[in-house]
């Protein structure tokens, strides 16, 4: 724990030395570079198997861990955050926001979170215009008073610079100490990546740097904004995402890698058998493989086969299956983070029940640190900026979407059960304002007006067609009842002649 800004008690800090040796393998595990994080695994695996004897890699290389960074750099940050100031300054806060491309510096700054366990934001004002950036935590070193963990001194950031001198490379550590209101500039000698001698003011000229640097009248609070994953009490600083899984995707890699050896091994089987099974060569005098599909059993009786390897694929199966598992459990990810094991649409309530605790740790992550460190980094550039503002809102997307169809039964629902009018349901279902709302609302009662003036005027045609149906009607009977009697009339003649 470093209780102040000289930078000879860094050097020999166990703590911070400690610290830093780990982001390196963090990093290495990032980036894949597995023969470096795993180093003695590697090397193990290539003396038992060489790589002029195999074809296959020594340490296949599955990099599960920048796979559980993308995924909740993106759980994160993929549905946008929306950041609202006073309102006479939005419209400044968004040009600002615009300029520095801040939802890419966050993005940023959640990798460095997630692989490292801190992520670092930074203010700072360059050719009149206010910068944020994101600084990898390799290079920060917080200062704590009376070794306090919760009372922050300052923070020390440091930064490599080279420079040519009559065509000599040489390299220096510059040394920046954030104190609340102001900055000091140093600059060291490095040689063979060790700091050397501090250089005099005269002579940091070269580096267009200044000694220090005041800014306590626009802003009297630090320019450095550190976010931490989730901590315990006794540690400031947060923990990687890759400390508790490192086992076990390193054993998933071994096993994986150890069956592939295998396999490629016995890809081109051995043929054992009998010499009897040999055909002899008179010129040589001796036995060959016949270059022929048929082979001949030999005098001794013992019939030739391939010799093939039993992998016993279940069992294999079975292991890596519950690797994985313990991989979902240490992550809180679920295997639907990677796209397996989805069968079908499944329903919003479906994906948030899966997502649980993948929701529980982006909430974790929010609350611990970076709702607040967003605020304070917005009110310091603001009041860089000139505009200063006293209230900042983070207001963050939803990492899994509402179910529009389970959002429109559950609103139509409520609008049957007379809970909710239709106004509300649509501004919640458009998402749209009162005023567009109601301007909506008003087209549908038009619109259903006018079907229930076509429908009674298709009933009233309707009514109106009967009278006539009924006249015709009339006159079709009266003219059978004539023919009828016409033809009774015709029979009696008949009979009258008869008689």
């Given amino acids: 724990m470093i209780t102040n800004f000289d930078i000879q008690y860094i050097r020999n800090d166990a703590d911070t030395i400690t610290r830093l040796s780990e982001y390196s393998e963090y990093k290495d595990l990032y980036e894949g570079d597995f023969n470096k994080a795993f180093s003695s695994t590697v090397m193990k695996i290539r003396k038992r198997y060489p790589l002029d004897d195999t074809i296959s890699q020594s340490l296949i290389n599955i990099n599960l861990f920048w796979a559980l960074t993308e995924f909740f750099k993106g759980f994160l ?44 934001f930074k203010i700072a004002f360059i050719d009149n215009e206010v910068k944020i950036f994101s600084v990898c935590p390799d290079c920060w070193i917080p200062v704590f008073n009376q070794g306090n963990l919760n009372d922050i001194a300052g923070h020390i950031l440091v930064f490599p610079l080279e420079i040519i001198e009559n065509g000599v490379k040489k390299q220096f550590k510059k040394i920046e100490k954030h104190h609340k209101g102001y900055i000091e500039n ?33 802003w009297d609070d630090f320019l450095v904004f550190p ?36 396999i490629n091994r016995h890809a081109n089987p051995k043929l054992s058998g009998s010499e009897q099974n040999l055909e002899y060569d008179p010129v040589t005098n001796e036995r060959i493989f016949p270059n022929t599909d048929f082979i001949k059993i030999g005098t001794d009786g013992v019939k030739p086969e391939y010799i093939t390897a039993n992998l016993q694929a279940d069992a294999i199966q079975r292991h890596v299956d519950t690797l994985m598992n313990f991989f979902y459990i240490l992550t809180k990810t679920p295997p639907q983070a990677y796209g397996l094991n989805i069968a079908g649409n499944m329903s919003g309530e479906s994906l948030r029940k899966i997502f649980l605790a993948a929701l529980a740790k982006v909430d974790d992550i929010k609350q611990v640190s970076f709702t607040s460190a967003i605020q304070d980094v917005v009110k310091c550039a603001m009041a860089f900026n000139s505009t200063p503002v006293k209230n900042v809102n983070v207001a963050w997307g939803e990492p899994i979407p509402a179910d529009y169809s389970e959002l429109v039964t559950t609103e139509n629902s409520r609008v049957s059960a007379g809970t909710q009018s239709k106004l509300t349901t649509i501004m919640t279902l458009d998402n749209v304002s009162e005023e567009d709302a109601k301007a909506e609302l008003d087209r549908i009662k038009e619109e259903n007006s006018l079907e229930q003036q076509q429908e009674k005027s298709k009933k009233q045609a309707s009514v109106d067609e009967k009278p006539n149906n009924i006249k015709n009607t009339n006159e079709d009977e009266q003219k059978n009842n004539l023919s009828k009697d016409n033809t009774n009339s015709h029979d009696d003649l008949q009979n009258l002649q008869k008689i």
Wanted: net charge negative; with cysteine; proline share 1%.
């Fill in 77 to 120: 940050t993929n549905q946008g955050i929306s950041v609202n100031v006073d309102d006479k300054r939005q419209t400044v806060w968004d040009e600002i926001s615009d300029n520095n491309n801040f939802i890419s510096v966050l993005k940023e700054v959640y990798i460095d979170n997630s692989r490292f366990g801190n992520g670092i």
């Fill in 186 to 218: 140093e600059i060291w000698t490095c040689v063979n990546g060790e700091i050397g001698r501090q250089l005099q003011p005269e002579e940091m000229s070269l580096f267009n740097v200044e000694e220090i640097e005041d800014y306590s009248q626009i």
């Fill in 227 to 262: 976010v931490k994953n989730t901590t315990e009490s006794d540690s400031y600083f947060g923990e990687s995402d890759y400390k508790r899984c490192k086992s076990i995707v390193e054993e998933i890699m071994l096993t994986i890698s150890q069956n592939s050896k295998i």
